[in-house]
């Protein structure tokens, strides 16, 4: 089955600083990567996805970038702040033989932004 | 106001006891999820359920039983069974597991301890 390996598991930067956060993948027919925010205690929630098609996709601060073929996926946030603190949790999606989406995740990384 | 409602938000358990998670959505999305997240673990699928009266195992099955008498509610239960329960649950939704693109929706999380 599919298998997500995210690194590092913590970054810590100065605000303004760029932040990467990388991720690999092995099943080759997986085809969504959504990246999820994760503030303390809070519930994940989606930041930006990408679908297997395109090779980068930016949302203001926040890209993702796709390599279909070394199957790796990374999300590039920039000028950080303070606020883009927070465990970022990479993920991969493709169908099971019954036609069922699994969504699985990577380990997360811890991002610390200090002023 | 829609969304993914789990409770309790925190949960004690004795050692051989069954406890029950609450998730419920008012999002009318068909597909719903069980997370654990373990520091340093990411998100670990448990079960999943495409539809109503129908349930599949994910990684982590043991230990841990569902139901899905309803479209709203996917509860999740963590039997005597299970022998390292503490972790925080998370339940999620999809409006249509068919849909690659489709954003999941997180609910705010369980954290269950073992006392």
């Known amino acids: 089955g599919e298998n997500v390996e995210q690194h590092p598991s913590t970054l810590s930067v100065q605000e303004g600083d760029s932040a990467v956060i990388k991720c690999t993948y092995s099943?080759?027919?997986?085809?969504?990567f959504p990246w999820y925010k994760q503030e303390l205690g809070k519930r994940p929630q989606l930041i930006i996805d990408i679908r297997s098609n395109v090779g980068e996709k930016k949302d203001q601060r926040i890209a993702v970038t796709l390599n279909k073929t070394a199957k790796h996926f990374s999300l590039h946030i920039t000028e950080t702040q303070p606020e883009d603190s927070a465990v970022y949790f990479c993920?991969?999606?493709?169908?099971?033989?019954?036609?069922?989406?699994?969504?699985?995740f990577g380990t997360g990384t811890r991002l610390l932004v200090s002023p | 106001d829609g969304g993914i409602t789990q409770s309790p938000k925190y949960l004690f358990r004795k050692e051989g006891q069954n406890v029950t998670l609450s998730c419920e959505q008012n999002l009318n999305h068909d597909a719903m999820y069980w997370y654990r997240q373990d520091p340093g673990q990411g998100l670990r699928l448990i079960y999943y359920s495409q539809i109503v009266n129908d349930f599949q195992k994910g990684d982590i099955a043991e230990g841990y039983s569902v139901s899905r008498e309803k479209k709203e509610s996917f509860p999740l239960t963590v039997t005597s069974a299970q022998k390292n329960p503490t972790a925080f649950y998370l339940c999620a939704s999809l409006r249509d597991h068919r849909v690659l693109s489709t954003e999941a929706f997180f609910g705010q999380g369980t954290r269950l301890t073992v006392v």
């Open positions: 099943d080759s027919a997986s085809n969504y």
């Open positions: 993920a991969a999606r493709g169908l099971t033989n019954t036609g069922f989406q699994k969504l699985v």
